[in-house]
């Protein structure tokens, strides 16, 4: 059984800056990749960042220059960074671990999610 447990979620006026953290535990066989998923009410579930076993990261285009994802690969943990924070970037934030299982299919695997509301 896999679990990721999200923390770092709140309330800030935009401008501000806030760091989210997601912690897997369980039984992980290969890593393919962490990332940061969030869903804004109304909105589909939209990707925001993902960071390879390798560290290769990539964004979407609304938060390239003020979201940073980072690993610690020992202690199976994803961070975003998030500075300059806009009231658009309102919503549930998902933690996402996808791995490789031994017979080669990938799973996918969810945290609760964590709010985060920006103020204008």
């Known amino acids: 059984q896999v679990q990721l447990v999200e923390s770092g979620g709140g309330l800030v006026q935009a401008g501000e800056s806030l760091r989210l953290s997601c912690a897997a535990s369980?039984?992980?066989?290969?890593?393919?990749?962490m990332g940061w998923y969030r869903q804004a009410p109304g909105k589909q579930r939209e990707l925001v960042a993902v960071?390879?076993?390798?560290?290769?990261?990539d964004y979407i285009s609304s938060v390239k220059g003020r979201f940073t994802i980072s690993r610690d690969g020992a202690k199976n943990t994803v961070f975003m960074q998030m500075n300059s924070l806009k009231p658009e970037d309102t919503a549930v934030y998902y933690c996402?671990?996808?791995?490789?299982?031994?017979?080669?299919?990938?799973?996918?695997?969810w945290g609760k999610g964590t709010l985060v509301t920006v103020s204008s």
């Open positions: 369980g039984n992980i066989f290969s890593i393919n990749h």
């Open positions: 996402n671990l996808q791995v490789v299982a031994p017979l080669g299919y990938t799973m996918n695997y």
């Open positions: 960071i390879t076993d390798g560290s290769t990261s």
